[in-house]
């Protein structure tokens, strides 16, 4: 199998309108997170207008996040890696982790465990600052609805064969609270595939709700996995930003679990067969990148995408 990695310098396609949208909000949110006057917040959102407004842009939404991020900070006069969302970060995990028993009661009962773990999982994915303010989110009912949930596409026994001779499985995670539930997937993987090694990557800075190693630990994600750090500090694991040490597990990993739209939108044309991804499709772009439904649950293999951008 052809493992070479497919990655570029700059992202060229044209930024959708709707993702534009999304990113001046992100400014928005982030400068409030940041403790923003009102006059401050419409100068960042001012001036992620303007950069998106140069020739030079739009590279992709995921360096504008960082580029807003890394503004924030500067204004601020704090760290490079100080977490402007520690405290969010730290509320979903305590809701996610007042779930743990229930849902995990649920996934012992449930007739297909490994089935049920990944709509636990996937479900977890709604937990997502990036994508709403964490004030709009109905965690609760959400999570109250994880079992009846049904899937758009549902690539489980493609995954279930690919994880019956899996050594290795690179775990791609997304967003704190929803790291919770990976947690209980990733202790289902060990009791169905007796001897997996599996490593989970996170974040390789703070950005938004994105989670980092420091999440993972405070979560206990160790106790099933080794933690390790994309090196990527942008929201989402673009393979050219990541760390050369992730890239070559990347590559040799046997099997590869990618949590979340972020994931999905940076990785998609690097996937191969090896490559599941797990998300919730949550906006109009994502629907036609993908060529998915907006609002669903999805569990796709790398290859079977319509399209490839």
Sequence with gaps: M????NTTDEVVEEMPLECRSCILG?????AR??????????RLVQQTAQWMSYPSHPRSTQHLGRQITDEVLSISQLPPDFDIYREPKAMSNRLAQMHVQRLRQAITRSADPLAMA?????????????????????????????TSQTFERFDIEAFRQRLASADVLLYICDNAGEIVFDALLMEVLLATRPGLSIQAAFRGAPILNDATVEDALSVGIDAYADVVSSGCRLAGCVLDE???????RFQSADLILS??????????????ERVFFVFRTKCAPIARKSGTTQGNLQMIQGKGFPTRV
């Design 2 to 5: 052809d493992r070479t990695l």
């Design 26 to 30: 992100q400014a928005l949110r982030t």
């Design 33 to 42: 997170e940041a403790g923003f006057p009102d006059s401050g917040q419409s």
């Design 118 to 146: 990944v709509r636990v999982a996937a479900a977890g994915n709604v937990i997502d600052f990036g994508a709403k303010d964490h004030a709009t989110m109905d965690i609760e009912g959400e999570l109250s609805r994880v």
């Design 242 to 248: 990541c760390s050369e040490e992730f890239r070559v």
């Design 259 to 272: 949590k979340g739209q972020g994931n999905l939108s940076a990785l998609m044309t690097d996937a191969d």
